[in-house]
């Protein structure tokens, strides 16, 4: 029984080694953000809000900032209406090559980032839409209408089956069905996919940075900076991109809890 | 699941079918498929006319610095799936069976963050704290030890490939083993299965699915990355990601790039169709 208990000490211990593992750089991208050494070790220097002003004055990063804006808004838009076309379509009908249909959406994210960017640089510039905004938002679309597809295909399948018969049976056309039932009750994980392309798409660097020409996003920016040399205001940037990646996926949470919550009482 | 036999197709039905067939044909396959293509045209002066000529091809391969990148790529992503496989099974493990249903479920959603958080930044972020004066040297310094160096050396890119695999292989690792039925390990226990014995003739055969799904994807991911070893491993070796990026960017060769991005798919593809037919094949053969 003792060794039981040391031994689960033992595994918290490691777990939490796990955890400072992979939250170390976030937070200490954080405390370097606020700390005035250029090159920040230990003792750590006094407290600036320096990198944060040079951010703010500098209005290639307020370019950047909007053309993120953009690009992850129209992105989670066209990404999660081809995820919920698509989650309806396998959830709705049973066809022949579903099997490829469906790989059609899920197979961009198992494809290296750097190779789709190169794919995409090429094709975009052979049917000539490279190096507009518009160029990020299609490729990002593509990269993140699976995970839509997947948050709104979980929700379809807590859906009474019979619903859908039961409106279609009380005189309701295919149409009025879907406007009035199935895509309220999808409503949460509509939601839930708009903030999760959203965040997806923000956070996104290799493919913007191929396609995106001189229409930078706050990836490519700091992608830049950082090639550069050693430059704090990446962290002030990074700050920023991560309380806004996270309010995202926070939401997108918050909807898909509230989607389980439904799911008990409907 | 029809819920009403729907086999005419009707313009309701196609509405919701044809979206993502278009798009992914025009913006996903298209570029696929023209990579392919582009593999086989000429770049003259600086400019890129559509051929059909294997040099390219012929030029790449027969290159001992795309053989040496290769190898190499193969070697240290592997390594990086080893060392993320074996870092986060105790972890796994202890979330698994000696956490609660809440502390799981608290554990994955945090694990959930990093996924969307800058992985450029993090990228960085290590830069700064493993540099030659960065903090670990600096705490080092304290009691006496370092300066080491942890930059540039395949230490550096491995911190960087964990960085991006280790949340994703300890949340796969400890879905896989939570589902495992707990009844069969306790038969083995009190058939006086040693714990140690246990894990390794229950959990991982039960599990094996699932941790093989998981091995896949940190070796897919380890392989595409170019940031950890282009900032961490100061890329004194390029990985194939890095090739391409210096054979696109700086040398306007898309179309040796592409022939790099095309053996790295085919790497890929073959890695995970056989992990995948090894995890079905071992479960049938267990039953």
Known sequence: MNANRTLNVILGIYVALIFAFVFAPIIFSMIFSFNSQRFPTIPLGSFTTEW????????????????????????????????????????????????????????????????????????????GMSGQIYSIIIAHSV????????????????????????AWNLGGSEWATMRHVIIPFCKPAIFSGLFLTAAVSFDEFAVSWFVSGLNKTL???????????????VNAIGTFVFLISMTLVVLAQIFFASRQMKSIRP | MPTKPARTINLYAL??????????????????????????????????????????????????????????????????????????????????????????????????????????????????????????????????????????????????????????????QTVTMANID????????????????????????????????????????????????FYLGGSQEPTLPILILDTTKSGQQWPRAAVVAIMMMGTLFAIAFAGIALAYRKRKGAK
Not at chain 1, 220 to 227: G, H, K, S, T
Not at chain 2, 198 to 208: C, D, E, F, G, R
Request: charged share 10%; glycine share 4%.
């Open chain 1, 143 to 166: 990269l993140t209408a699976p995970f839509a597809m997947a948050v709104i295909r979980l929700r379809l399948n807590q859906m009474d089956p019979d619903l859908e018969s039961a």
């Open chain 2, 15 to 172: 509405t919701w079918r044809l979206p993502i067939i278009f798009w992914q044909f025009i913006f996903f396959v298209g570029p696929v498929l023209f990579m392919v293509a582009m593999s086989f045209f000429l770049v003259k002066n600086y400019r890129m006319t559509e051929a059909f000529e294997f040099v390219n091809w012929s030029k790449m391969l027969s290159r001992g610095y795309f053989w040496d990148s290769y190898w190499y790529t193969v070697f240290i992503a592997s390594v990086a799936t080893v060392c993320a496989m074996c870092i986060a099974f105790p972890a796994a493990f202890a979330l698994a069976f000696r956490a609660s249903e809440s502390t799981r479920r608290w554990a994955i959603f945090l694990l959930i963050i990093p996924f969307f958080t800058s992985y450029l930044v993090r990228t960085f972020s290590w830069f700064v704290i493993l540099s030659e004066s960065g903090v670990i040297n600096g705490l080092l310094g304290t009691i006496g030890l370092g300066p080491y160096t942890m930059l540039n050396t395949n230490f550096g890119t491995l911190v960087g490939y964990m960085t991006l695999t280790l949340p994703l292989v300890v949340i796969l």
């Open chain 1, 52 to 127: 944060y002003a040079k951010i703010l004055a500098d209005p290639d990063i307020w370019e950047a900032a909007l053309n993120s804006l953009i690009v992850s808004c129209s992105t989670a838009v066209i990404a999660t209406f081809l995820g919920f076309c698509t989650a309806y379509s396998d959830y709705r009908y049973n066809f022949r090559f579903k099997g490829p249909y469906l790989a059609l959406i899920l197979l961009p994210p198992t494809i290296p980032l750097i190779i789709m960017a190169l794919a995409m640089l090429a094709w975009f510039s052979k049917i």
């Open chain 2, 182 to 229: 707990k009844t069969l390990i306790e038969a083995a226990r009190n058939l006086g299965c040693k714990p140690l014995a246990t894990i390794w003739q229950v959990i991982i055969p039960l599990s094996k699915t699932g941790l093989i799904i998981a091995a896949i994807f940190c070796f897919i991911l380890s392989f595409g990355d170019f940031v950890a070893p």
């Open chain 1, 219 to 233: 990836p490519v920016i700091i992608l830049e900076i950082v090639q550069g040399n050693i430059d704090p205001q």
